[in-house]
């Protein structure tokens, strides 16, 4: 072979395996990348956090421009949610659907790569506003008018980028309710699916429902801005808290996109880890679709203090209070499949058990929030933020990882270090209430979100909720480093991983005897 000849097979080679990743239309190289790029947005998000809680340390200005201090608020939210969350979640829906419902791959394969790759692209352009002159966005995640019309020259790139990131979404989708609808093995009825499938079924119809609300808010706002229009202007006629309804009508929804596969996933790891079916599968199925039902008419609970009608308050607060008794009837279901189990405690069990506990925690502090005289209290201090961290760090965040312990060694053939995996448990379990069990106190005391400086009452528990959250975010160093082991190598995992006690055997739907974690085991 001549030496130009060689070249240019090394270069085809060199750029098969660039645009092997770049051009992919596999389920699980997309679902990998959005996995990879969820742990990098994460990151990110986490460090946005540190900046938040090194200035909230003490009383007083030390760190960061008030201006920037808020900029940080907003941005950690919009990359947590629509960079670290959402992707990770679609990630596992890419990897793990096709597998469970026994199809080739995901319906529609090139739209799935193409809604991969706006992701990055999206959120290059949402970063990049923190460097335009006047800085990023600072009106909150919420970007409430007037407030979020100061922005200055970020602000169309801002709507820019999470229209681009809302397309993203509503493909990914599209992409999902058509591969369950379609593409299930025979003999998979809707009502043998695993609950995995189910919870990203009901998600993918929210997504779809509540994303384009979202677009027309945000477009309304850049029209407001830039061509003369006064939807959220009481000058012209319009009204700000107008902006306020569409956005939580989108914005309630979204809450439960973020926590409903979540409940998927702690259905299919504790039935494994306890080694019986899992109790009351149709009841969880119908308390699902409940919940995501219940999501579309409680948006207004995010606004008791905007001088609503009481008639309007009353309905709020009922119906919020509603959606306590198909998520109980979740919980009650995960701890009657543990009743008597045949249990064992590895890092996945171990994520998805401290989820049941601190999710549940959670929940009570949202029924607190929806009683509306008691809201009037709670409303925009610290106690809101320690509620809807309870559900998304300890409920969103922790089924992920206990998703990815339990999946690994599926994608990757090697068993991860029990040993680190547990530490990563238990430093990130404790650091996370030392984080955000203070807040409770702070919010009740009336101290509010949002501000970079604080009266000296709350200093005590503000330095021990920043020591607490620079401790989970180092500890989710020892997870990258775990996940860089694994996919380098190690201990070759073997075809039943979890497989536990004896007499004990995995019942695996016939479409697809040779994946073994797919769906919880039966036991016969």
Known sequence: MTATTHDHAHHAAEATGFKRWLVTT???????????????????????????????????LQLVDPYFFNQMTTMHALVMIFGAVMPAFTGLANWMI??????????????????????PFG??????????PGGGPAGGWTMYPPLMLQTGTAFPFVIFAIHILGISSIMGSINVVATILNMRAPGMTLMKMPLFVWTWLITAYLMIAVMPVLAGAIT???????????????????????????????????????????????????????????FGYSSMVYATASIAFLSFIVWAHHMFTVG?????????????????VPTGVKVFNWVATMWRGAMTFETPM????????????????????AIAPADYQYH???FVVAHFHYVLVTGAVFAILAAAYYWLPKWTGHMYSERLGKAHFWLSTISVNVLFFPQHFLGLAGMPRRIPDYSVQFADWNMISSIGGFAFGFSQLIFVWLLIKCIRGGEKAEARAWEGAEGLEWEVPSPAPHHTFDTPPVVR
């Open 26 to 60: 596999n389920h699980k190289d997309i679902g990998s990348m959005y996995l990879l790029f969820s742990l990098a947005m994460f990151l990110v998000g986490g460090a946005m956090a540190l900046v938040i809680r090194a200035e909230l340390f003490q009383p007083g």
């Open 98 to 119: 096709p597998l469970m419902v026994g199809a080739p791959d995901m319906a529609l394969p090139r739209m799935n790569n193409w809604s991969f790759w706006l992701l």
């Open 123 to 132: 959120f290059a352009v949402l970063l990049s506003t923190l460097f335009m």
């Open 220 to 278: 309304m706002l850049l029209t407001d801005q830039y061509f003369g229009t006064t939807f959220f202007s009481a000058a012209g006629g319009g009204d700000p808290v107008l902006y306020q309804h569409i956005f939580w009508f989108f914005g309630h929804p979204e809450v439960y996109i973020l926590i409903l596969p979540a409940f998927g996933i702690v259905s299919t790891i504790i039935p494994a880890f306890a080694r019986k079916p899992l």
């Open 308 to 324: 609503m009608p009481l008639a309007g308050q009353l309905f709020f607060m009922y119906a919020t209070m509603l959606i306590a």
């Open 350 to 369: 171990l994520f998805a058990l401290a989820f049941v506990f601190l999710f549940t925690i959670g929940g009570f502090s949202g029924l607190m929030l």
């Open 380 to 382: 925009d201090t610290y």
